[in-house]
């Protein structure tokens, strides 16, 4: 039998939650954060990587230089952007060689900027990881002065994939690059209007260069997608000859960022402008490749960096989504209401519906955030050992995935903060705009997010096929143990989380059984694609429980057991809620559902007091990296004309 109504005390511990009497964000801070929590070693860990270049880059980019800028017409916020870029990369903080020595320097840059300048973050990756990224990767000898040109900022370049014409099959590329056996050069041709290049990031005014993906065609024959380094326009900024740009005008956010649609007619370019790591034209104008399977080695080769450009734009949605959860909770504890007394005395945050909204998604920042950091530590890996397809498969099965939630999160949790911000959220200057812009723009970036989660579905459900041996696993005999020590326990609430996972996957298992190959493609683009979507969905959160508990235990001596059981708090909550709200589980109860979302609330109860500094101190978020006048001093900000418009003040009444 279920059991509901445990009492307030219980869960909070005695502690309660306390009320304010100052409106002051300091004091507030001070009224909340309470306990003996470690707080720096919170954020040691969270920062996982290159600690000095972290607590640089937030000092440079607190700056009053970096300051977002807001009213400026299209053409002024793409300079502003391209300035701030600029005094960026003259500041050392990383270069593109950090792709092949510490990738992890990039990552960290990329989650950064996205809290200051999300248009800038996403050049940052165009520039950097794609093209750059791919360049150093993909080309030799003969391409390390254009490395070196790329690193200075000199010869800033784009990365042109997406055509509207070949949805999210990325092989069927249509624009060609033929080989003229004649003058031994290359001829790239866009056969039709929907085989342009579409929404290149930095493509309309900035890029002198792209890395061009392209069917290769040698003798008449395809020889698979191959990458190239193709001329956009010259130092005059005009385009060169057979190129057509064609800018993509305003968008609903990261303007700071020039988008274009680019074709080509005829347009040449020598043998050597091919990246030819795998392979090459000799003198004589004959093409030769170490990788004989062109539909399969030769495509991945090419396409193995839009990884590292997934786990970039992941970052930054990690980054805007812990920006915007530290200015909806430091507003929300400065912000005063009506309390018990009647009068406004109390913080908004004592209210269990700012608790309820928030507290969730701060765990699943935190969860999402442990899973992403293994991600990267992955990504480092295969990248120095070489190693086989079965783990570049494994990279970019979590890279799709992680992409796709944390963008999702992203618009998400930046929604719901700006509304629990209420007016003063709905200000651009308050930043939840610029986030917003960035999680529809990484939705739709390095494939679409619903696309990359069906394919990543196939590949995890392979996965399992073969870990399974040809036998499903039994589900039959799941425990839904409601007794309060048993749901208590973080371990039996992640087992529940990986057997949901691996029920999805049995279940799809079940309903293809003895089809023909034709049979199951139908049925996963039709009837089970709400299955298909909910099987990756649950891997992805199974991947973030799995690595939110390995972050748990290993830690105990460096932030001390109560730091550790707060973080179990976090932990225990990510659990609840993604299992509470989890519809697409069938074989869990809806009693047993009802349960978990109480349980959801007290966890929220809870964790309260300690909120504030989980969401601002632990991530290394200072009001002065946040921009956001809400965060600050905001009653002595509204004094002041700052809204950034015009103010007509007439005279005083008698």
Same mark, same amino acid.
């Given at each position: 039998m279920l059991r509901f109504g445990r009492s307030f005390r219980s869960i909070v511990s005695g502690r309660g939650i306390k009320t304010a009497t100052d409106s002051s964000l300091s004091e507030m801070r001070s009224k909340w954060f309470d306990i003996p929590i470690n707080i720096s070693g919170i954020r040691q860990i969270l920062d996982h990587d290159n600690h000095q270049l972290r607590n640089d880059l937030r000092k440079f980019l607190s700056s009053k230089d970096m300051a977002p800028q807001y009213n400026l017409p299209l053409v002024e916020e793409r300079k502003s952007t391209l300035l701030r870029l600029k005094s960026l990369c003259s500041a050392n903080f990383f270069s593109v060689m950090d792709h092949e020595k510490d990738p992890n320097r990039i990552f960290a840059v990329n989650e950064l900027c996205a809290i200051v300048d999300p248009?800038?973050?996403?050049?940052? !990756?165009?520039?950097?990881?794609?093209?750059?990224?791919? *360049?150093?990767?993909?080309?030799?000898? %003969?391409?390390?002065?254009?490395?070196?040109?790329?690193?200075?900022?000199?010869?800033?370049?784009?990365?042109?994939?997406?055509?509207? !014409?070949?949805?999210?099959?990325?092989?069927?590329?249509? *624009?060609?690059?033929?080989?003229?056996? %004649?003058?031994n050069e290359i001829v790239i041709n866009t056969p039709t209007t929907e085989a342009a290049k579409y929404c290149v990031v930095n493509n309309s005014l900035h890029a002198l260069h792209c890395v061009l993906l392209a069917k290769l065609i040698v003798n008449g024959q395809h020889q698979g997608i191959h990458a190239f380094i193709v001329p956009l326009q010259g130092s005059d900024s005009q385009a060169v000859d057979g190129v057509t740009i064609e800018d993509m005008g305003y968008k609903i956010g990261l303007n700071g960022v020039d988008c274009a649609r680019v074709a080509f007619t005829g347009v040449r370019i020598p043998c050597d402008s091919m990246l030819d790591r795998y392979s090459k034209f000799s003198t004589d104008g004959k093409f030769h490749t170490s990788l004989e399977d062109f539909a399969g080695e030769r495509f991945h080769q090419v396409f193995h960096q839009l990884s590292s450009g997934r786990i970039a734009v992941a970052c930054m949605c990690s980054g805007a989504t812990k920006a915007s959860l530290a200015i909806a909770l430091a507003y929300s504890a400065a912000h005063l209401t009506i309390g018990p007394t009647g009068k406004l005395d109390t913080p908004i945050w004592d209210h269990r519906l700012q608790q309820q909204s928030l507290l969730p998604l701060l765990a699943r920042t935190y969860a999402v955030h442990f899973a992403l950091s293994h991600l990267k530590d992955e990504w480092t890996r295969v990248l120095k050992c070489a190693s086989e397809e079965k783990s570049w498969t494994s990279v970019y099965l979590m890279s799709s995935v992680l992409k796709s939630i944390a963008s999702w999160d992203l618009v998400n949790t930046a929604n719901i903060c700006r509304e629990r911000t209420g007016v003063e959220g709905y200000l651009a200057c308050n930043r939840f705009g610029s986030y917003l812009g960035l999680g529809h723009a990484a939705i739709t970036s390095m494939g679409a997010n619903a696309p990359l989660m069906q394919r990543a579905c196939k590949i995890r459900f392979k996965q399992l096929l073969n870990s399974w041996g040809g036998k499903l696993p039994d589900i039959s005999c799941i425990e839904f143990n409601d007794h309060p020590e048993t749901i208590e326990d973080v371990d039996y609430l992640h087992d529940l989380v990986k057997k949901r996972e691996l029920s999805l996957f049995s279940s799809l298992a079940r309903r293809i059984s003895g089809l023909d190959r034709e049979q199951v493609q139908y049925l996963l683009n039709y009837e089970l694609s709400d299955l298909v979507q909910a099987s990756s969905r649950a891997y992805g959160e199974s991947l973030c429980s799995t690595h939110f508990s390995a972050n748990l235990v290993p830690h105990i001596r460096l932030l001390g057991p109560e730091t550790v059981a707060l973080l179990r708090k976090v932990y225990r909550l990510f659990l609840l809620h993604s299992l509470a709200y989890a519809v697409e589980w069938p074989s869990m109860p809806a009693d047993f559902t009802a349960f978990l979302r109480e349980e959801v609330r007290y966890a929220c109860v809870g964790l309260a007091p300690d909120a504030l500094p989980l969401a601002m101190d632990a991530f290394g978020l200072s009001p002065g990296l946040l921009h956001a006048p809400v965060v600050k001093a905001w009653a002595d900000w509204n004094a002041r004309q700052n809204l950034g418009g015009k103010k007509w003040k007439g005279r005083p009444g008698a």
């Open positions: 248009s800038m973050a996403f050049k940052i !990756c165009s520039h950097f990881s794609l093209y750059g990224g791919t *360049i150093l990767r993909l080309g030799t000898e %003969k391409h390390q002065n254009i490395l070196h040109s790329v690193a200075r900022l000199e010869d800033i370049g784009c990365f042109a994939t997406s055509e509207g !014409c070949f949805g999210d099959k990325v092989d069927d590329i249509e *624009i060609t690059a033929e080989l003229d056996p %004649k003058t």
